[in-house]
């Protein structure tokens, strides 16, 4: 079945750099266009990023546009998504997910805080 597992989350300071990561089962990753959503305290869920299949082509949320870098590896079925310049407002859970699909996995925290 599809599985979708998020890491690389956790506390870091205002200003910090993250790098989380997504591996990808269960379906033919290099066929798909993946995401990255996220889902601050008492609020819905928010989209980041989205890459196409081959890796092309991105697009941003202007929220985090220049500060986050979406990228995969296909031969790895992995997912990244490199955060620079954080701030408190991007403390939420991430997902990572196929175009229109919810999440289904239990996402990694990240937690902006001085």
């Known amino acids: 079945q599809v599985q979708l597992v998020e890491s690389g989350g956790g506390l870091v300071q205002p200003g910090g750099s993250l790098r989380l990561s997504c591996a990808a089962s269960?379906?033919?990753?290099?066929?798909?266009?993946m995401r990255w959503v996220r889902q601050a305290p008492g609020k819905g869920l928010e989209w980041v990023s989205t890459?196409?299949?081959?890796?092309?082509?991105?697009f941003y949320a202007d929220s985090v546009k220049g500060r986050f870098t979406i990228s995969r590896d296909n031969p790895k079925n992995t997912l990244y998504l490199q955060m620079n310049s954080l701030k408190p407002d991007d403390t939420a859970v991430y997902y990572c997910?196929?175009?229109?699909?919810?999440?289904g996995g239990q996402g990694t925290q990240v937690t902006v805080s001085s």
């Open positions: 269960g379906f033919t990753f290099s066929s798909y266009a």
């Open positions: 997910t196929k175009p229109g699909e919810d999440p």
């Open positions: 890459i196409t299949s081959s890796g092309r082509t991105t």
